[in-house]
């Protein structure tokens, strides 16, 4: 696999991070996770605004994320994915430097990590659904920040596997806000309901597709919190991700949602969700 690591491009066994290096020590990072159709980067501006704020949102200077619009094509040539479904990874950490809480001086150089590797897309979860689990929200309230700091949502993630499920999903102060790496969104009324932006939730790349297709659609939307308790009463739920696109939610913990199928209305948004993307 060919990598990219601040400015080369090289064999990634050759890829050497130092263990001074934030990222390793406090987590003090960022990333981003673009997908390629065919070869064809996904939303790419998006993905890279987002990583921009992301970075100043943590003061880490530089680099320039636009530069990783020819970094993405790039890493999809040398691995030979330039026709192929696959996953582009972006880091970058506020670089090497001795262990103090404090940033360290501008002399320091961010530490740049990229790769693209094949991605297989769970098809058959798509089409049959998922089970969720809930959990509380432990994590910190900047979730807005896409950081490499993912200490709550990996143990939230091993809970869901140990109880055979897909994905676990946050409750904060009695309401869903979203999942490890997911948005969270649900049908009550024929009416798609999600989390509003806040720094509770990371701003999904994907969750703003989908609702402009709502909006194309005419599918009425409501950004407002969805109290646990009242999940029984939801229709139809999905989540929302660029891995997972828009995956149905047929089950929640032990119980069926609606008819334990995944709904017409989560079925119109994959459709048109698979046209967007070619």
């Given amino acids: ?60 200077g530089g680099p320039d994320p636009e530069i990783f619009r020819e970094v993405a094509q790039q890493l999809l040539h040398h691995n030979q ?8 990874y972006i880091q970058v950490t506020r670089g090497a430097a001795p262990r103090r ?21 769970p098809r058959e979860k798509m089409e049959q659904g998922i089970k969720i689990i809930l959990t509380p929200d432990l994590r910190w309230t900047r979730c807005d ?13 091993q809970q869901a596997q140990e109880s055979d499920a897909a994905e ?5 102060d009695g309401a869903l806000t979203e999942g490890t790496h997911t948005n969270f969104a649900a049908v009550r009324n024929g009416q798609l309901v999600t989390y509003p932006k806040s720094h509770y939730i990371l ?17 009425p939307v409501k950004e407002f919190p969805l109290l646990e308790k009242d999940l029984p009463s939801a229709e139809e739920m999905m989540l929302l991700g660029t891995t997972s696109e828009i995956m149905p939610v047929v089950r929640v913990n032990d119980w069926p949602v609606g008819d334990g199928q995944p709904g017409p209305i989560t079925q119109k948004l994959q459709q048109a969700f698979r046209r967007r993307v070619g």
């Fill in 101 to 121: 809480h404090t940033f360290p001086g501008s002399h320091v150089s961010p530490t740049v990590y990229a790769t693209a590797t094949p991605f297989n897309p």
């Fill in 81 to 88: 994915l330039g026709d192929s479904d696959a996953l582009v």
């Fill in 1 to 60: 696999m060919i990598v990219y690591f601040n400015g080369q491009y090289l064999p990634k066994q050759e890829a050497k991070i130092s263990p001074d290096d934030r990222g390793f020590l406090f987590a003090d990072g960022v990333y981003e996770v673009i997908r390629a159709y065919q070869g064809r980067l996904f939303q790419t501006d998006p993905h890279l605004q987002r990583l921009a704020r992301s970075l100043r949102e943590l003061q880490i």
């Fill in 145 to 157: 920040i896409k950081s490499v700091s993912l200490l709550p949502n990996v143990l939230a993630s």
């Fill in 203 to 219: 701003g999904g790349i994907t969750r703003e597709v989908v609702l402009s297709l709502c909006a194309n659609l005419n599918i």
């Fill in 168 to 172: 676990a999903v946050f409750v904060r």
